[in-house]
């Protein structure tokens, strides 16, 4: 896969996956709009991206808000004079059944989680249409084809990341504008890692995430973002309004 001559958005990219993706976008040579909501922690990844001789700038902004969605992509273009790929990685993970809910952890799950990547898409499409094309890819998670326990609301918006998806894709077909989804199984990431460390019992939680897993283990960072890149690259030129499902096993059992 090679990306030279792209230009790449990837929201919530200061930590784990949407990190290890936009490094692995720029080591085949795409600049790289790494958004966070953290300044401290995107231009780390900034940071780590030029070390390694390649491009890429910070853009803040908190997706869930629709003007900074509209300047978020607006910054990337107006550094790189264009945008064709964007990576809608950032969102929550919020814990609870429908009867713990709140209209509050509602609202603020489904702003991240939804409403951000459909407001970037709207911006970003703009954007793509006057360089010919381009490709959306939506991360959502097993969470969206599995029951998981405790994750009620997370299920909800990860669901409606796919229906994006398959709107996305026939709507811009004709535009040259490819969308897809990835749904990753659980991934030891910074932010899985934090949670676990906030436990009661860290050693029993990772564990009990672990048996959960048919192969026996969790996903690797790179493992998802490798599928980010493929559902992004030239060479999957005939996939759009697919989901990639990388979970160990997990809508097997």
Same mark, same amino acid.
Request: charge should be neutral; include cysteine; aromatic fraction near 6%.
């Given at each position: 896969?090679?990306?030279?001559?792209?230009? @790449?958005?990837?929201?919530?990219?200061?930590?784990?996956?949407?990190?290890? #993706?936009? $490094?692995?976008?720029?080591?085949?040579?795409?600049?790289? &709009?790494?958004?966070?909501?953290?300044? !401290?922690?995107?231009?780390?990844?900034?940071?780590?991206?030029?070390?390694?001789?390649?491009? #890429?700038? /910070?853009?803040?902004?908190?997706?869930?808000?629709?003007?900074?969605?509209?300047?978020?992509?607006?910054?990337?273009?107006? !550094?790189?004079?264009?945008?064709?790929?964007?990576?809608?990685?950032?969102? $929550?993970?919020?814990?609870?059944?429908? !009867?713990?809910?709140? !209209?509050?952890? /509602?609202?603020?799950?489904?702003?991240?989680?939804?409403?951000?990547?459909?407001?970037?898409?709207?911006?970003?499409?703009?954007?793509?249409?006057?360089?010919?094309?381009?490709?959306?890819?939506?991360?959502?998670?097993?969470? &969206?084809?599995?029951? $998981?326990?405790?994750? +009620?609301?997370?299920?909800?918006?990860?669901?409606?990341?796919?229906?994006?998806?398959?709107?996305?894709?026939?709507?811009?077909?004709?535009?040259? $504008?490819?969308?897809? &989804?990835? +749904?990753?199984?659980?991934?030891?990431?910074?932010?899985?890692?934090?949670?676990?460390? #906030?436990?009661?019992?860290?050693?029993? @939680?990772?564990?009990?995430?672990?048996?959960?897993?048919?192969?026996?283990?969790?996903?690797?960072?790179?493992?998802?973002?490798?599928?980010?890149?493929? #559902?992004? +690259?030239?060479?999957?030129? /005939?996939?759009?309004?697919?989901?990639?499902?990388?979970?160990?096993?997990?809508?097997?059992?």
């Amino acid at each position: 896969m090679n990306f030279e001559g792209k230009v @790449v958005l990837i929201t919530g990219a200061g930590s784990g996956i949407g990190r290890k #993706a936009a $490094i692995m976008f720029a080591e085949r040579g795409a600049k790289v &709009a790494v958004n966070d909501i953290s300044a !401290e922690r995107g231009n780390e990844t900034v940071e780590m991206i030029k070390k390694n001789g390649g491009v #890429a700038i /910070f853009v803040h902004g908190d997706v869930s808000k629709v003007s900074e969605a509209e300047k978020i992509v607006k910054q990337t273009v107006n !550094e790189f004079n264009r945008l064709d790929i964007l990576v809608n990685n950032a969102g $929550i993970v919020p814990s609870g059944k429908v !009867e713990d809910l709140t !209209e509050e952890d /509602f609202e603020r799950t489904m702003a991240i989680n939804v409403k951000g990547p459909m407001f970037l898409a709207k911006y970003a499409v703009a954007e793509m249409k006057k360089v010919g094309g381009g490709v959306i890819v939506n991360v959502s998670s097993v969470a &969206a084809l599995k029951g $998981i326990p405790n994750r +009620c609301v997370y299920s909800v918006s990860k669901a409606a990341l796919l229906g994006l998806t398959k709107s996305l894709a026939i709507d811009y077909v004709k535009d040259n $504008i490819r969308v897809n &989804a990835v +749904c990753p199984g659980t991934t030891y990431s910074q932010g899985l890692a934090e949670r676990v460390r #906030a436990s009661k019992d860290p050693d029993a @939680v990772l564990a009990e995430m672990i048996a959960r897993q048919p192969v026996g283990r969790l996903a690797k960072e790179e493992e998802i973002a490798f599928a980010i890149l493929f #559902a992004a +690259c030239d060479e999957a030129a /005939f996939m759009t309004g697919s989901y990639i499902v990388i979970d160990g096993g997990a809508t097997t059992a």
